[in-house]
């Protein structure tokens, strides 16, 4: 008789534990610490991280798993696994939520450290939470650990959209962002639970390895598995926004802190693209031609949408908001490509590899411009608008010359070496796999963001002709924090620029 008594690795759990249980010590220190003293609870937040990312280091050696079963024939089946994957996902998660913690709680005029300092215990327990689901998604083998680590990343983030709105009822727009936000996520969490429940109707399993080998035995290749994989699919596309499931992710952004947009926009992503890889890659493999055929048409439309939507805005986060679901088209390329290639050509694992080295790229340069304008918004006080930024090199040239930086290394363009080769790299996954239309339109889209990112650039350097709050620098300044998360950023997107195969050379 097979024993039902698993094994716990707790060396495989740390990382992901520490920054569960570290939640819990910041929560229980706010009942301690004075009320005008609690925006200092961001540094034990930050030795947390910090502890998590010192953990993930020393177990990158050796692959682990734990909650294993006996798949039989000496086989483990396991529903929690780190392994190069996961690392690499769970690193990018890290360095987001540490850069976040780094930015200043004043937002716009509206949230004001005074009023945010009353819950700031519990925006940096929330924060921590979240990071704990995006951390476990990365080693999620099974559905159902994904499913609640999804769920786990996704309900705290709501909460700190809505934080403005419980502060005060004259932010309705915090509620607004956060409602919609949490009502997508509940149709993407019943689909996905039909999904799932449709594959283990017809496989008997929910571990991701076991579930493909019976997809490849072809003893479960029925109509219903396949509806069950499309229903699993499409509620993973919601956590990416990816069209045409994206709607929420302008209001909910323009509605949240900075900050908390920076979190939605890198480690709330970067959870999304984990669960879509994990499953991808080790469960629905077997149906590689079918989800890649689905996926690159997806991310024609998702590139194309977003693109087009960013050239209208004039409010910079609602831009950010816009280029970022357009990032999320030119990160599901690779997965497009690798599910379309065969296995024998190797490119699968080459598409794993280009999504992560896009995402972690792409965090870094998207973290540096939220924390741009997390600064320049605290010191200017709210500073929102393109135009804002006019003179901006003049007025404060280390923060003009990074936002630029940032900018046009998102582009594509030189000096940002790092982003150009991200995008060259996804758009030979595209042609090697003989998806020319969408090396085409990858090319196009690249051209199509030139224009915002340029325009955004060229008014950073336009001269200054009239009083704007990037001219006026009033108020204090957001402290010393913010400015290293600034300064963090651009030594990172400069290291990258300076040896961009870095990250690919470690995946």
Sequence with gaps: MTSLVQSVDWVALGPTLAVALGSLVVLLA????????RAALRWPTLGVIVL???????????????????????????????EPITWALQAVSLVGAAVVTMLPARDQGRVTPVTMGRLSGEYHFLLLVSLAGAMA????????TLVVALEVLSLPAFAMIAL???????????AEGALKAFLVSVVSLAVMLLGAALLYGVTGTLHLDLLAAALVAGTASTPVAGVGATLLLAGLLFKVAAVPFHGWVPDAYVGAPIRVAAFLSV??????????????????????????????IIAALTMTIGNLGALRQTDVVRLLAWSSIAQSGFMLVPLAAAGIATSSRGVGLDGAAATIAYLAVYAVMNLGAFAVVAVTDSRAGGARAVADYTGLIRTSALTGVALAFFLVSLAGLPPGVAGLVTKVVVLRSAVDTGLGWLAVVMAVNIVIGLAYYLRWTAV???????????????????????????????????????WPQAVLAVL
Aim: net charge positive; proline share 6%; hydrophobic share 50%.
């Design 30 to 37: 706010d009942l301690w610490v004075p009320a005008g003293r």
């Design 52 to 82: 998590a990312g010192a953990l993930v280091a020393a177990q990158t050696g050796r692959e682990r798993g734990t909650f294993c079963i006996d798949a039989g024939g000496g086989l483990l089946a396991c529903s929690f696994v780190v």
């Design 137 to 144: 998604i990365a080693a999620s083998r099974d559905v159902i």
């Design 164 to 174: 403005p709105a419980g502060l005060s009822r004259e932010h309705p727009s915090a």
């Design 267 to 296: 480690v709330s992503k970067s959870g999304g693209f984990a669960g879509l890889l994990v499953v991808l890659w080790f469960g629905l493999r077997p149906y590689g031609e079918s989800w890649g055929t689905v996926l690159a």
């Design 460 to 498: 950073i350097f336009t001269p200054l002709q009239s009083t704007s709050p990037s001219e006026r620098g009033l108020g204090a300044g957001p402290g010393r924090a913010p400015s290293v998360a600034v300064g963090l950023a651009l030594a990172a997107a400069v290291a990258l620029s300076v």
